[in-house]
Nanobody, 120 residues
C-alpha cells in the first residue's frame, strides 16, 4: 500500500525556523501535485503551499515570503521550509499528494499530520 508520512513538527519560538518533510512510499508510479495544508485550533483546514511535478509553486498570502515549498522527485518527498515563524502559524500541518499507483490508479493521498507550535 502507498502511504504519506510527515515529520519535523516541533515547538519553536517566534521568529524561528522549522523544516517539515513528507515522504511518499509504496507502489507508486508517479506523483503529480504535492501540497501542505494546516489546521489551527478552532479553524478550518487551509492550503499553505502547493508545488507541481514541474516545480511551479503557489502560496497562501499569510505565508508568502516566509515559507518555501520544494520537492525531491527522486525520493518522492516534499518539504516546507518555514522561516520567521509567528504564533498564528501554530497548527497541525498535513501533506497531500496526487498519486498514481503502478496499477494506474490515481487518487489523493493525505499524511497523518504533524504538530507545529510557535510560542515563547
Amino acid at each position: 500500500q502507498v502511504q504519506l508520512v510527515e515529520s519535523g513538527g516541533d515547538l519553536v519560538q517566534p521568529g524561528g525556523s522549522l523544516r517539515l518533510s513528507c515522504a511518499a512510499s509504496g507502489s507508486i508510479s508517479s506523483i503529480q501535485d504535492m501540497g501542505w495544508y494546516r489546521q489551527g485550533p478552532g479553524k478550518q483546514r487551509e492550503l499553505v503551499a502547493v508545488i507541481t511535478s514541474g516545480g511551479r509553486t503557489s502560496y497562501a498570502d499569510s505565508v508568502k515570503g516566509r515559507f518555501t515549498i520544494s520537492r525531491d522527485n527522486a525520493q518522492n518527498t516534499v518539504y516546507l521550509q518555514m522561516n520567521n515563524m509567528k504564533p498564528e502559524d501554530t497548527a497541525v500541518y498535513y501533506c497531500k499528494a496526487q498519486v498514481t499507483t503502478r496499477s494506474n490508479y490515481a487518487f489523493e493521498l493525505w499524511g497523518q499530520g504533524t504538530q507545529v507550535t510557535v510560542s515563547s
